[in-house]
Each structure stands twice: as structure tokens, then as C-alpha cells.
Nanobody, 118 residues
Framework: QVQLVESGGGLVQAGGSLRLSCTAS???????????MGWYRQAPGKQRELVAT???????NYTSSVKGRFAISRDNPKNTMYLQMNSLKPEDTAVYLC?????????WGKGTLVTVSS
């Protein structure tokens, strides 16, 4: 059983910063580390959208609206992924979810709420 747990969300003013973390746990991780990992977000009344992804070797991809403001990274020995979010805007308000592919299976966390006030 794999669990993904996000943390770091909260309320911040526009222009502020937050750092999200996502840690994977489970016995399978003793054999298989996470392969591709990513952050997604879902705002109220909107569809879930990709924010950023990172491969095991560190290749990254960002949606255009966060390029230059967000930075995704990971610590493989800790099975943890991060999302540094700077220059936050009210339109970044959403539940941020972590996704990981482990041993060819997809796993999702339950999400952490980020609220950006204007």
C-alpha cells in the first residue's frame, strides 16, 4: 500500500511564497522508488490541471502559467517531492495534489489547500 501525503498549503497574500511537500510511503518503496512525479491542482468549479512534473533523473515540465514562478524538485532518497511557489496570484488558489508513478502504477495524494488573497 502506497500513501502520498502533501503538506505546506495555507493562506498567503498575493506576491507571497509557499513550499509544498509530498512524501511517499509504503513497503514497495524498499524495492521501487517513485518514477515520474508531479503536482496538479483543482480550483473550485474547475477541472484538475497539471502544474509541474519531474522525472526520476530531474527533468522538469511546467504549465505556462507558473513558469518562472514555481520550481519543482525532488529528493529521491527521501521519496519526497517539493513545489516552491513564488509570486503567488489569487488565480493560483486551488487544492494541490501530488501524483506519483511507482512500479507502473499511479498514485494520488489527497491534496493540500492553497489560498491566495488579493
Amino acid at each position: 500500500q502506497v500513501q502520498l501525503v502533501e503538506s505546506g498549503g495555507g493562506l498567503v497574500q498575493a506576491g507571497g511564497s509557499l513550499r509544498l511537500s509530498c512524501t511517499a510511503s509504503g513497503s514497495i518503496l524498499n524495492v521501487y522508488g517513485p518514477n515520474d512525479m508531479g503536482w496538479y491542482r483543482q480550483a473550485p468549479g474547475k477541472q484538475r490541471e497539471l502544474v509541474a512534473t519531474i522525472t526520476r533523473v530531474g527533468t522538469t515540465n511546467y504549465t505556462s502559467s507558473v513558469k518562472g514562478r514555481f520550481a519543482i524538485s525532488r529528493d529521491n532518497p527521501k521519496n519526497t517531492m517539493y513545489l516552491q511557489m513564488n509570486s503567488l496570484k489569487p488565480e493560483d488558489t486551488a487544492v494541490y495534489l501530488c501524483r506519483a508513478v511507482i512500479a507502473n502504477r499511479e498514485y494520488w495524494g489527497k491534496g493540500t489547500l492553497v489560498t491566495v488573497s488579493s
